[in-house]
Each structure stands twice: as structure tokens, then as C-alpha cells.
């Protein structure tokens, strides 16, 4: 059973995605739904990492650890946003492809490709013959870096959520709990524990196998660049641009890495931009401060 369709089991989870993301596709192309959206591609996380370590049966403590991390998280992540929507009835994200089939085509597509090249440093640490030998340091430096990543993102969720579900905070903005120090905590704790998941990978890694690092890299800048922060930086810089405390809240709150308002707001803008990734179109929408 050590080899399907090849050694480190590319194309299996490659022709598994695709297949388990347009099952999906035709359901909400069918039926103009976004309840499973989120679902799907988090669920096929789970999988992904099920299917590769008992494929493989070399049951190696490393791939055991590892697997279990990837299928809390994406049981963790999927139930609680299935949950979520269903509390919320549909998806704003959606509104523009409920009835554009080739814009459900390309978000399906660019889901399927999320999942295989996020979930490439298990994959190839659940193909290997012997789990990588030996524990490392990197093994424990890893999980504690998902440890961490989890707590946060999990907590950056539940606490929003209840934000929202209180009447008297519609309209605003979320600045409770770990939302204090970080504009987006969420994506902090998602982009830190899929780093943990590669360097506890890396042991196992050799030559060109180290190329999985664009699992991490590619979900870093997807959240950075594409789909996670200018959409929802622009979409609060429209709702709340002319407000005076919100502008003192983006002014004095990290946009990603938590720190305290107090470090944070003093640091100079050339800081905040080079290690604190304060990039400047994440504040184009942002009126002018004249028309504050």
C-alpha cells in the first residue's frame, strides 16, 4: 500500500481534491448555496491527512502527531464556520457568484489548489518510509508553533463571533479579546500553525521535497496579498473610514502579528511596514484624514 499512483502520493491527493471540491461545486452551482463552502475545504484537509497515513501504514509517532494536528484543526475550522453560516444564512463573499458559473468555477478551482499545495508538508512526511527516524527539536519547535497558532485562531473566532451575535455592537467594529492587538488574529494563528506544521515536517525532508515550503509560503501570501486582508481591510475602511476611533484603532493595532496598542501606535511607519507588514494598500479605501 506504500505507493498510489506515486512515492510521495502528489497525485492521489491532487486527483482527491478535485474530485471531493467539485462534488461540492455541483451542489452549491445546483442549488445557490454557500453553507458548504467553507466546509469543503476544510474537511478535505481532513482527508488528505487520514488518507495519506493510513495508505502508507508506517504509523511513525511524527506522521501520527502530524495528522492529528491537520484534523483538529480542519474539524475545529470546519464546524464552527458550518456552524457560523448556518447561524448567518449566507456568505456576502458570495453574492456576486451565486449566479456567475464561471466565477463558482474559478473560486472552486483556486479552493482545490489551496488545500493539495497547504497540505503538501504532511502528505510527504505521511509517504515516508520510516516517518523521518529519530525525533528532533524541530518536531517539538513545530507542534508548539501549532499549538499556539490553534489557541489563537480558535480564540480570535470564538470571541468575533460573539461580537457579532450582540445586538449592541452592530455596525462596529471587533477590538475585544485578541482582536486588542491584532487587526486580524485569525489569519496570525492560521498562518502560524501551518508553519509549525512544516517545520515539524522538516526532519523527513530531503532535496527537492523541501519545495513544500510553498505550502506555507503560498498560504502566507494568499492571506497577505489576495484574499484575506485587502478584501477585509477594504471592506471595514469603507464601513468605518470617516469614524475617528476606527482610524485610531488601525492607526494604534498591529494588522497581523498581536502586540500592544501602546508599542504598536508609537513604532514609526517605516518599522510598522518592513516588519510588521502595515502595507501601505491595505489602506487605499481609507478616506482622506480631511474628510474625517
Not at 484534523?71 to 457568484?97: A, N, P, S, T
Not at 479552493?111 to 512526511?125: D, E, K, R, Y
Not at 477594504?234 to 470617516?242: C, E, F, L, M, R
Request: net charge neutral; hydrophobic share 50%; glycine share 8%.
Amino acid at each position: 500500500m506504500g505507493t498510489v499512483l506515486d512515492s510521495h502520493f502528489l497525485a492521489l491527493t491532487a486527483i482527491v481534491t478535485v474530485i471531493y471540491q467539485f462534488i461540492f461545486f455541483v451542489i452549491t452551482a445546483l442549488f445557490k448555496i454557500d453553507q458548504v463552502t467553507d466546509f469543503a475545504g476544510s474537511t478535505n484537509f481532513v482527508i488528505i491527512a487520514l488518507l495519506t497515513l493510513i495508505l502508507k501504514s508506517t504509523w511513525h509517532f511524527r506522521q501520527i502527531v502530524l495528522t492529528l494536528l491537520v484534523v483538529v484543526w480542519g474539524l475545529r475550522l470546519g464546524i464552527f464556520l458550518l456552524m457560523r453560516i448556518l447561524q448567518w444564512g449566507e456568505d456576502r463573499r458570495f453574492d456576486e457568484m451565486r449566479g456567475n458559473l464561471v466565477k463558482l468555477i474559478v473560486f472552486w478551482t483556486l479552493q482545490a489548489v489551496w488545500v493539495w499545495i497547504v497540505s503538501l508538508p504532511l502528505t510527504v512526511v505521511n509517504a515516508a518510509s520510516d516517518g523521518g527516524g529519530s525525533l528532533k527539536p524541530a518536531d517539538v519547535i513545530g507542534w508548539t508553533m501549532w499549538v499556539f497558532g490553534f489557541l489563537i485562531e480558535a480564540a480570535a473566532d470564538q470571541q468575533k463571533l460573539s461580537f457579532k451575535n450582540s445586538p449592541e455592537n452592530r455596525g462596529k467594529w471587533c477590538d475585544v479579546g485578541v482582536w486588542k492587538y491584532s487587526r486580524h488574529p485569525n489569519y496570525f494563528g492560521e498562518i502560524l500553525l501551518w508553519w509549525g506544521i512544516f517545520v515539524a515536517a522538516s526532519p523527513v525532508l530531503e532535496g527537492a521535497e523541501y519545495l513544500v515550503v510553498f505550502g506555507p509560503l503560498f498560504l502566507t501570501l494568499l492571506l497577505l496579498f489576495v484574499s484575506g486582508i485587502p478584501l477585509l481591510e477594504a471592506s471595514s475602511d469603507k464601513k468605518h473610514g470617516n469614524l475617528g476611533p476606527y482610524r485610531f484603532y488601525k492607526k494604534t493595532t498591529s494588522p497581523l502579528v498581536p502586540l500592544p496598542r501602546e508599542v504598536y501606535g508609537n513604532l514609526p511607519g517605516w518599522c510598522k511596514a518592513v516588519f510588521l507588514l502595515e502595507l501601505p494598500f491595505y489602506s487605499r479605501n481609507l478616506p482622506e484624514e480631511a474628510a474625517v
